[in-house]
């Protein structure tokens, strides 16, 4: 089932970064919520972040819970449900829709623009170029899905911006699976004995950076982080893509003019299993904030 949109009003006002509205300005666009979607948890790391860094920005999320993981899949089937998660976002009356999921940035983000009137954002462009600011050496690791690996979108942005730059990929398949399950803290066995395979070529190929090219991978940050080391620099698409959001907002004067917005969280499976592992992603409780619906519907 599909809720009806909020209608983005709110209770209070503030000036928005201490600079006048434009002159004639629209202010129910300024109002809209910002959709973003993932296959299921992993995009609340790019909510964390929106919610940080725009506190008066009313959220829509959906995560595909039903169907996770997207990155064993086929292009065509990874872009079938991309569309359908844009179908169900865009029955709310938003001004932008963020790509929280590496996968379908990597596949379908050109498609989805192209076929949307409103803006489509995705986190891997603005990661790609974080890394290519952020490494010395210029020995980059790149981890993520297997469909986005294989998409070289990754490598194509990242040399674009340091063209000496040397990447050392490797998808993790194991990882969303896991992390989706609530196994991703230190002490964990499987967790870290799985990081410990999938990373020691690329920390012995003596990369000073490592771009986490999935947004459920900022949850392991902690044991990647350990096993990496301290000269390694991690790079969160996710914080990456929400950053990205806020200057594009900024730049067209669609910022919200309210002082707290809103959180609305929408799923393709068990709403309690979603609650109690979102609010370990997001450091605070959403419990009865979240609603299934049927994504095949759209």
Known sequence: MSAVPPDGRAERGVERQGRPRAVGKDRNMDQKPIGVFDSGLGGLTTVRELIRLLPGEDIVYFGDTGRVPYGSRSKETIRKYARQDVAFLRTFDLKAIVIACGTVSTTALDLLARENPIPILG????AARAAAQATRNHRIGLIGTQ??????A?????????????IFARPCPLFVPLVENGRFHRGDVVIETIVREYLSPIRDAGVDTLVLGCTHYPLLEEVIGDFMGPDVQLINAGAEGAREVVEKLRLSDALADRAEGTR???????????????SIFLRQDVTGDVTQVDIGQF
């Open 123 to 126: 986190v891997v462009e603005p």
């Open 147 to 152: 469909a986005t690996i294989r998409s070289g």
């Open 154 to 166: 990754y490598e194509r942005y990242i040399t674009s911006a340091l063209p000496e730059a040397q």
């Open 264 to 278: 609305r969280y929408f799923v393709s499976d068990r709403v309690e299993d979603f609650s109690r592992l979102a």
